[in-house]
Antibody
Framework: QEQLQESGPRLVKPSETLSLTCNVSGASMRTYYWTWIRQSPGKGLEWIAH???????NYNPSLKSRVTLSVDTAKSHFSLFLNSVTAADTAIYFC???????????WGQGIPVAVSS | IQLTQSPSSLSASIGDRVTITCRAS??????LAWYQQKPGKAPVLLIS???NLRGGVPSRFSGSGSGTDFTLTISGLQSEDLATYYC?????????FGQGTKLEVQ
């Protein structure tokens, strides 16, 4: 059964770095793009970035200066690093699979992350 | 690219035909998907390429449109269709989503 599972701290202090990992099970990491999407009451669903199994990335320009993605196919996971966080980065963060044309056909359950001192 | 959904919310009865619209700020051809999100859950892909029903999605769901105007139709509303529905364009980066349509079942 194909599954994605997010993990990481649920509370991050302002100005620090948000770090999340998405574990991929039951699916090959080849062929697809691996994506981070967040959801907040104020901004709705927001595409953050994606990464291929080979490390090719595309970022949302609104976040590009603060975002880094990494992938480890041997461990079947990929990660999000968002630096210099503020309260505006408080959201539910989802990892998702992009079928390479932009359809998100598999999602993690989401992890709520709050930015607060 | 901005996507504007209407209505933002609606209430309908079991068995009703429900239509949700999504308007794009520029031509996205047929590069549009629809998702269903139930409370506390992740979105689920319903329709890709504007009108292609994904596997396992009930046939009462359908999508149509191209260019800037799209619709999601539920023919014969069921109680389990209580959810928020989102459109998403796939034309170029950055992908973006509509603001959502919250569907309440009377």
């Amino acid at each position: 059964q194909e599954q994605l599972q997010e993990s990481g701290p649920r509370l991050v202090k302002p100005s620090e770095t948000l770090s999340l990992t998405c574990n991929v099970s039951g699916a090959s990491m080849r062929t697809y793009y691996w994506t981070w999407i967040r959801q907040s009451p104020g901004k709705g669903l927001e595409w953050i970035a994606h990464i291929s199994h080979s490390g090719k990335t595309n970022y949302n320009p609104s976040l590009k200066s603060r975002v880094t993605l990494s992938v480890d196919t041997a461990k079947s996971h990929f990660s999000l690093f968002l630096n210099s966080v503020t309260a505006a980065d408080t959201a539910i963060y989802f990892c998702a699979r992009d079928d390479t044309v932009g359809n998100f056909d598999l999602w993690g359950q989401g992890i709520p992350v709050a930015v607060s001192s | 690219i901005q996507l504007t959904q209407s209505p933002s919310s609606l209430s309908a009865s079991i068995g009703d035909r429900v239509t949700i619209t999504c308007r794009a700020s520029q031509d996205v051809k047929k590069f549009l998907a629809w998702y269903q999100q139930k409370p506390g859950k992740a979105p689920v892909l319903l329709i890709s390429s504007a009108s292609n029903l994904r596997g396992g999605v009930p046939s009462r769901f359908s999508g149509s449109g191209s260019g800037t105007d799209f619709t999601l139709t539920i023919s014969g509303l069921q109680s389990e269709d209580l959810a928020t529905y989102y459109c998403q364009h796939l034309l170029t980066y950055p992908y973006s989503f509509g603001q959502g349509t919250k569907l309440e079942v009377q």
